[in-house]
């Protein structure tokens, strides 16, 4: 959702408070197709870190116009994953833009993983996408670029939670942290709990939420769907309004139904 405004000094992330990173993978290659400037123009290489909130890119070229890319699960559309007879797999899909995030409208998205792993990126970043819906309020708050000062985080923001509550994680494929001097941290908060349910709620608190809802309303808050049959796709449906509200996502039947 915001462009350059998740990369600190020496090319490193920027996070907020109560954020974690989940993977991080040191060989991405990304391309966009998008607004008419030259943000999004070229290969882009550099680093991708998926947290518990979102995805962030940040660029290892210094000299690159686009030094980091936000994407927030709540502004992802059309995620899929590609296997090429010839090339590396790669993942694409769209990304919306949100008010103050030095960009406007959509933009197209290609990630290719040139050292492997794509595939259980994919399923842990759609995995993570499904924890963050259910926890979310009904209409989140804009995700603002964090502000105020910002700090070297400490440990547990970069290295992966090894609990049962993330066995879902592969720990395996992705064993390596970001080095700790790559991992900035501002004081703001994000807009939602994320991932963990047991998180704190945020602040502020946006109106009408209901953080007591039982678990079939969390469920029906799901805006991701994967289907085990069918690994190589996943479905994250475009966001469907109607009066200014969000409308629930189809049935895990249905969803499964686009896949086969």
């Known amino acids: 959702m915001s462009l350059n405004t998740s990369h600190a000094q020496n090319s490193g992330v920027l996070i907020y408070s109560g954020e974690r990173i989940l993977i991080?993978?040191?060989?991405?290659?990304?391309?966009?197709?998008?607004?008419?400037?030259?943000?999004?123009?070229?290969?882009?290489?550099?680093?991708?870190?998926?947290?518990?909130?979102?995805?962030?890119?940040?660029?290892?070229?210094?000299?690159?116009?686009?030094?980091?890319?936000?994407?927030?699960?709540?502004?992802?559309?059309?995620?899929?994953?590609?296997?090429?007879?010839?090339?590396?797999?790669?993942?694409?899909?769209?990304?919306?833009?949100?008010?103050?995030?030095?960009?406007?409208?959509?933009?197209?998205?290609?990630?290719?993983?040139?050292?492997?792993?794509?595939?259980?990126?994919?399923?842990?970043?759609?995995?993570a996408a499904q924890l963050a819906s259910r926890n979310r309020p009904p209409q989140p708050p804009p995700y603002s670029p964090p502000t105020g000062p910002i700090y070297q985080a400490p440990p547990p923001a970069y290295e992966a939670p090894h609990t049962q509550f993330y066995d879902w994680v592969p720990y395996q494929t992705f064993p390596t942290a970001p080095p700790p001097e790559y991992v900035y941290m501002t004081e703001a908060p994000p807009p939602y709990p994320g991932v963990d349910p047991?998180?704190?709620?945020?602040?502020?608190?946006?109106?009408?939420?209901?953080?007591?809802?039982?678990?079939?309303e969390r469920e029906a808050a799901a805006s991701a769907y994967y289907n085990p049959a069918n690994p190589q796709n996943v479905y994250m449906p475009a966001q469907n309004m109607q009066n200014g509200y969000q409308q629930p996502p189809p049935s895990y039947d249905d969803a499964t139904k686009k896949q086969n």
């Not at 833009?97 to 792993?117: C, D, R, V, Y």
Request: aromatic residues 14%.
């Open 24 to 127: 991080f993978y040191n060989a991405i290659e990304m391309t966009f197709e998008g607004p008419n400037t030259p943000h999004f123009k070229g290969k882009k290489k550099g680093r991708i870190y998926l947290t518990t909130h979102r995805m962030i890119f940040t660029s290892t070229d210094g000299k690159d116009v686009l030094q980091s890319f936000s994407f927030p699960f709540l502004n992802l559309r059309e995620v899929e994953l590609e296997q090429p007879i010839f090339g590396a797999n790669f993942i694409k899909g769209r990304i919306i833009a949100e008010q103050g995030g030095n960009w406007n409208g959509e933009a197209k998205f290609k990630m290719h993983f040139n050292h492997g792993g794509a595939i259980e990126f994919g399923q842990c970043m759609l995995k």
């Open 198 to 216: 047991n998180a704190a709620v945020y602040p502020p608190p946006y109106a009408g939420s209901n953080n007591t809802g039982n678990a079939k």
